[in-house]
Nanobody
Framework: QVQLVESGGGLVQAGGSLRLSCAAS????????MGWFRQAPGTEPEFVAA????????NYADSVKGRFTISRDNAKNTVYLQMNSLNPEDTAAYYC????????????????WGQGTQVLVSS
């Protein structure tokens, strides 16, 4: 079965950095678009970033452009999210997700999801 396992979350002060990882298994990772979403309590998942299976095409939410970088290593079946200049508004549970075909920014388009990793940014 498909498994996506996120790691790397934690508590960080405003202005700090974190690197999230998502290890995938049970799917042909190199043929999937991978996305990162975040969700604060009482809200719907919010798109953060996505990366095509080719590793070159990327898409970011306006709120994270210039601060976050998505990357992937198809040999390791892993997608990363480097988060810099974090602020309290970035506090949320962060989820990685996978889908076939084209890039997408809506959470309903993604088929597989991880369990999430919590990011807490203190002011």
């Amino acid at each position: 079965q498909v498994q996506l396992v996120e790691s790397g979350g934690g508590l960080v002060q405003a202005g700090g950095s974190l690197r999230l990882s998502c290890a995938a298994s049970g799917l042909t990772f190199s043929t999937y678009v991978m996305g990162w979403f975040r969700q604060a309590p009482g809200t719907e998942p919010e798109f953060v970033a996505a990366i095509h299976w080719n590793g070159r095409d990327k898409n970011y939410a306006d709120s994270v452009k210039g601060r976050f970088t998505i990357s992937r290593d198809n040999a390791k079946n892993t997608v990363y999210l480097q988060m810099n200049s974090l602020n309290p508004e970035d506090t949320a549970a962060y989820y990685c997700a996978a889908r076939r075909e084209s890039m997408a920014t809506i959470y309903q388009a993604y088929l597989y999801w991880g369990q999430g990793t919590q990011v807490l940014v203190s002011s």
